[in-house]
């Protein structure tokens, strides 16, 4: 009689355990994080190049890139042949100022010999669900640049522009080559 | 996890007054006892209560089950939900009603006089909704640029999606008819139609989905009301 209640009695223990294993198990939730190794909005590589041999990359000395209506500087003083940079994906054209020969800012009155070009890139986009933790990207199509007026008595330092990618879908081709 | 430290603590005491009932009960085995047939009507106490306790959920379900033989039971959910999921992206809202038609089958041997549950059964589920696409951002890899932030809302109606669900739980006599129960759900889906360029990150009755997954879970506080309608000898 005892033997078969606590039998009776282990069934429910069981039972219980089980459904309690189960809620356990589920409460742990991996696909909240979006991985790095998801593709996001990607960046626009820009390679520059020197204007009299078009197949040698050429850094520029001491470049700053800021965007025009940003405050603040997005790359300042590199001395590189490629750059990675970020387009607005709230409205369909950015403005990049590319300063060559950039000052320390703190230099203040010094005598500057940089040189500012100012370039709009033009763009449709394509807004693409990836997934939950990731949300949306952007893609960029029918990628267009167009060099801004300059300010009076300046040379432009870049010679040529040309989109080698129209559609940008990844961030693993060069999307603008810059000669200069 | 309190989630989870509330059910077990539900369990516990539903399982205590089962214990309760089981001490009461003695010395019955030579009678020949009849055990109730009938159709059983409740509801989910969990969803009611979330809708008190949190802003963005609504719900109500209503739970029947009708014993054809024994220890089978034909099985039945139906409901409506308003379910609200927010990620650090992304949040969407998916509204809408479901129904659950199955069976359980009660594996458990009760003491004479007794007549609690505990079951395994398996659903098919159905459930049309709206899918709405409250607000996101935009990912991208550079801070440079303040967040992209898109405040919808955006509404797809006309939703579907099926499921099949693997239910365990129980169901204890408190009072003479009236039953309090516990289960949880293990849901797989079958079919579903998405928004375009979006996904169903809720569906009602199937609780939020998974990325790369077709599985769901849920759980359910009923609460039931047995309307006897005929008794049957046990053998």
Redesign the interface.
Known sequence: MLRK?IK??D???M??G???L???N??C?R??I?PESTP??P?LRVSFFDFENPEIPKPPTNLRVK?AD?D?I?LNRVNISEIS??L???VDFTEYEFILNAQIITEGDSVSNSNTDKIRFTYARN????????????NYIDLRVAPQPLEEDTVRWIKNIVVEEENTENETNTHILIYH | MKQTLISLYTISILSLFNFWSVNSQTNLDTIQYKEKYGLRLGIDLSKPLKTLLEDDYRGLEIIGDYRIYKDYYLAAEIGNEELAITEQNISATAKGSYIKLGADYNAYNNWAGMENVIFVGMRYAFSTFSQTLEEYTVSGSSQYFPPNIIEGPFETKGLTASWVELVAGLKVELLNNVYLGANVQLKRRITQTMPSNFDNLAIPGFNRTYDESLFGVGYSYTLSYLIPLYKKAKN
Request: proline letters at 2%; a neutral charge.
């Open positions: 209640k009776e009695f069934l429910k223990i039972g219980v089980l459904i309690f189960a809620l356990i589920f409460s939730q696909d909240d979006c996001i909005t960046l965007a940003m603040s997005f940079i970020p607005k994906t709230d807004e693409i669900y990836i997934n939950r933790a990731c949300s949306y990207k952007v």
